[in-house]
C-alpha cells in the first residue's frame, strides 16, 4: 500500500501540475480568441473552450481519486471538506464534517484516514440511500478516532447479512489494521449506519 501511496502521489502530482495547468492555460487563450473573432467562429471556439473545461473536470477529478493536493499542502481536514464538497454535490447528499484534533497527523496517517473515509462514503452514496453523512474526526490514545455516520437504511438492510466481505469493508478494516488501528461497522441508533475507525499516530524513532 505504501509503494501504491507513493505512485498515487506522484502521477497526481505531475496531472495536476503539468497537464491541468497547460490545459488552463490553453482554456484562458481560447476565451481571449473568442472575443477577437466574429460571433460565427467565435460560437465554435467558446464550445472548444467547454470541452477543454469539461476535460480539465475530469482530470481534477482523476486527481482527487489517486492523491489530493489539499492533502500534502493543507491537511486532512481541508482535503477531506474538498472531496466531501466536490462528490456529495452531484449525488445530492448533505455532508457535514467535524473535527477535534489536537494536531495533524503525519503524512502517513492521513492518508489512511483519508482513504478510508473515502471508501466509506462511496459505501453510502452506493448502498445506504442516505440523505446526510457526518464525518468526526477526535484526537484519542495518541492517534485519530473518526466516525461516519448516514442517515441510510442501516446494514440490516442490505442486501447480503455478512457485511464484512463487501461493500469494500475489508479494505476499510485491512487498511486500519495494517497501520496498527482498528474498524468497525455497525447500526446506527435511530437508523442508518456507523463506521468507526482509529488510526495510531507512529512514535518517531530517535536517530
Known amino acids: 500500500m505504501e509503494a501504491q501511496e507513493l505512485e498515487r502521489r506522484r502521477i497526481a502530482w505531475d496531472v495536476h501540475d503539468d497537464s491541468i495547468q497547460a490545459m488552463v492555460a490553453v482554456g484562458m487563450r481560447l476565451q481571449l480568441l473568442?472575443?477577437?473573432?466574429?460571433?460565427?467562429?467565435?460560437?465554435?471556439?467558446?464550445?472548444?473552450?467547454?470541452?477543454?473545461?469539461?476535460?480539465?473536470?475530469?482530470?481534477?477529478?482523476?486527481?482527487?481519486?489517486?492523491?489530493?493536493?489539499?492533502?500534502?499542502?493543507?491537511?486532512l481536514v481541508e482535503a477531506l471538506d474538498r472531496y466531501l464538497a466536490d462528490v456529495t454535490g452531484s449525488w445530492e447528499v448533505g455532508y457535514r464534517l467535524r473535527h477535534a484534533l489536537d494536531h495533524e497527523p503525519p503524512a502517513d496517517a492521513a492518508i489512511t484516514v483519508f482513504r478510508i473515509c473515502q471508501e466509506a462514503v462511496t459505501n453510502v452514496h452506493k448502498h445506504a440511500r442516505a440523505t446526510t453523512v457526518e464525518?468526526?474526526?477526535?484526537?484519542?490514545?495518541?492517534?485519530?478516532?473518526?466516525?461516519?455516520?448516514?442517515?441510510?437504511?442501516?446494514?440490516?438492510?442490505?442486501p447480503g447479512r455478512n457485511t464484512s466481505e463487501h461493500f469494500g469493508t475489508v479494505e476499510m478494516r485491512e487498511r486500519a489494521e495494517t497501520a496498527g488501528g482498528w474498524w468497525s461497522l455497525t447500526d446506527r441508533p435511530g437508523g442508518g449506519a456507523l463506521v468507526q475507525f482509529w488510526v495510531p499516530t507512529p512514535v518517531e524513532v530517535e536517530r
Open 135 to 158: 464525518i468526526t474526526l477526535s484526537s484519542v490514545d495518541n492517534g485519530t478516532l473518526v466516525e461516519i455516520a448516514d442517515d441510510g437504511v442501516g446494514i440490516g438492510e442490505l
Open 34 to 75: 473568442a472575443g477577437r473573432l466574429p460571433a460565427e467562429h467565435a460560437d465554435v471556439v467558446r464550445r472548444l473552450d467547454e470541452a477543454v473545461g469539461d476535460a480539465i473536470g475530469r482530470l481534477r477529478d482523476l486527481v482527487f481519486r489517486l492523491r489530493p493536493p489539499e492533502l500534502d499542502r493543507y491537511g
